[in-house]
Every structure is written in structure tokens, then in C-alpha cells.
């Protein structure tokens, strides 16, 4: 656990911790990691229209929200997993694992700052808007891409040009998934 309050602090010193950390601790924590994000995108999507329906589908699609994330964040991890392979690196499936997981977190963070402002009723004042809203998703994303970045160039012993390399796929499905939903919005 003290990894993840390590993560938004200092970086070095949270890749230190998950170096040191057990393998089968690191991928249960990354999926405890994975699933709460999906837990909080669906509470983030949830809109007044959902809650007209019964109690047994929104929690099924709380459930499907959930393992969707699991598969989707597994599935991408392994992706950067292989491309560092590629590249040489000696970084192990359940380190990537992990820092895919540690990533989520500034983007966590910063769905619950928008949930917040977006729904409460004692921050109405110019500032929040969907701009301001917005621009903290991004920052959350920018922070999400750098933690992505700094793992991999720790735990594959990369220089910048390959680790970017690395996660180059990630970055273009996660851009494309940002501008699709700045886009629907």
C-alpha cells in the first residue's frame, strides 16, 4: 500500500517498493487496482437516467464495468510487456502489470475531483465548468503517461527513446479513447 500514496510523491522511490514487492502480492494488487478503476468509471458514467432501472442490472453492469477493465488493463499491459520483449528489456510481466496498475492512479484521483465538482452542489462558481473539468482530466492522463514512461524505463533499464517506443501503443489507444469521449461529450 505504500506504494500507491509513493506513486504521486515520489516515483523512484514507489518503483523501489514494487521491485521489492512479492510477484503474487504485485498482480493481486494491480488487480485490485484495475478493478477499482472500473468501479469508479462506472460511478463517473452513472447517470440519473440509470438509476430508473432495477437494482439487479446496474449491478450487473457495475460487475461488467468491472471485469471489462480487468481484461482491458491485462490485455494492455501484456501489450506493453511484448513490445519491451522486443526491445530487449528484462522487465517481468507482473512488473508492467504493476505499473500499469500504479499508473491508474492519478487518473482515479482525478475522476473523483470531476465527480465531485460535477455533481456538488457547494463548488457553483465560474471556475466549475466542463473546461476546468476537463483540463483535470488531462492533467491525470499526462501524469498517467509519465508514471507509464518512468516504469518502464526503471524496470526494462530503457533510455527515453525506447521506453516511449514501449508504450507507444498504449499512448495511441488511450489518446484516441481521451478524443472520442472529449468528442461525445
Not at 6 to 27: C, R, V, Y
Not at 81 to 106: C, R, T
Not at 142 to 157: A, C, D, E, P, V
Request: one cysteine or more; proline letters at 2%; glycine letters at 6%.
Amino acid at each position: 500500500m505504500k506504494s500507491i500514496a509513493l506513486i504521486l510523491i515520489n516515483q523512484k522511490k514507489a518503483f523501489e517498493n514494487i521491485g521489492s514487492e512479492f510477484s503474487d502480492k504485485l498482480h493481486r494488487k494491480s488487480i485490485y487496482l484495475f478493478g477499482f478503476y472500473g468501479m469508479v468509471k462506472f460511478f463517473f458514467d452513472f447517470s440519473k437516467e440509470d438509476s430508473q432501472n432495477e437494482f439487479f442490472i446496474i449491478f450487473l453492469e457495475l460487475i461488467m464495468s468491472v471485469g471489462f477493465s480487468i481484461l482491458i488493463f491485462m490485455c494492455l499491459s501484456l501489450l506493453i510487456y511484448w513490445s519491451g520483449k522486443k526491445l530487449n528489456g528484462i522487465a517481468e510481466d507482473v512488473d508492467i502489470e504493476s505499473i500499469v496498475a500504479h499508473s491508474l492512479i492519478p487518473i482515479i484521483i482525478g475522476l473523483l475531483i470531476v465527480m465531485i465538482l460535477k455533481n456538488s452542489l457547494f463548488f457553483k462558481s465560474d471556475w466549475n465548468n466542463p473546461y476546468s473539468r476537463n483540463s483535470v482530466l488531462w492533467i491525470s492522463w499526462l501524469l498517467y503517461i509519465k508514471i507509464l514512461l518512468q516504469g518502464s524505463k526503471r524496470f526494462n533499464k530503457f533510455s527515453l527513446g525506447k521506453s516511449l517506443i514501449t508504450i507507444s501503443p498504449v499512448i495511441l489507444i488511450n489518446l484516441g479513447a481521451l478524443i472520442i469521449y472529449f468528442i461525445v461529450q
